[in-house]
């Protein structure tokens, strides 16, 4: 069966509607933000593209908008299409007219893929960044697995299971070295795009799978009901060391 491997913590909230999904999403997001800025200082998120800036936009709405250190949020992308930051596709565009644009993130604090660059190399300067911040201190280390643990990672699921761009039955879903991939054959466009490795999604303090609408009922059905029949879709593979939690509206849940 697809389902979450037994020995791992994950809940799951069922929403009667958006509005009530959008608003415990943003709640979540704000004590993990509190929580980890009066630990330690620093608070790192990965953000995904498609609908997920929507799904966090009552962050900018009051209370969230205050109860927010922003200027202790380094943010990061699950995964970016190789486009320009201007372009309709990117995912860093996305994230900026939505959100960042209105909060006051140190511009130091994004790390957007650098957009000059091939999808090979746009991975290779990611994954070098990343290094480079590990070795400062502001993204830790998972002593279990050795790869970078962030405090939160907010992922999308499309209607065929994937997560950020790790597509069911492509090879990157069994990538198990690289930290940062490229893809240059996604199934859904535009096809060149970055992504983030199961390794390090699943290294993760805290990744919130947050998922809307009917058209994902049967993914959710496949990953998270009993299945006579189970394909292993990437959304299963999600099982980060520290807690995952699952975002559902009912449309997304009705086949559960
Ligand atoms: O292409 C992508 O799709 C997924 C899912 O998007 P959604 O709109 O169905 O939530 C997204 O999480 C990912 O970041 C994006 O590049």
Known sequence: MASMPETKKFAIE?????????????????DLSNKFTSKRGA???????????EYLRKLLESPYVDSIE????QVFWLD?????????????KLALDG??????????????????LSAEGAADDYETRLRELVSKGVITLSPTSGFPKFDLILLGMGPDGHVASLFPGHPLVHENKRWVAFIKDSPKPPPERITLTFPVINSCAYAALVVTGKDEADAVHSVLGKSENPVKLPAALVSPEGELKWFLDKDAASKL
Do not use: Q
């Open 14 to 30: 069922i929403f009667e509607g958006e509005d009530l999904l959008v608003d415990s999403l943003a709640k979540y997001v704000v």
């Open 43 to 53: 608070f790192t998120v990965c953000l995904s593209g498609g609908s997920m800036i």
């Open 70 to 73: 922003w200027s202790k949020w």
């Open 80 to 92: 970016e299409r190789v486009v320009p930051k201007t372009h309709a596709n990117s995912n860093y």
């Open 99 to 116: 959100l960042l644009s209105t909060v006051p993130i140190p511009p130091g604090n994004v790390y957007a893929i650098n957009d000059t």
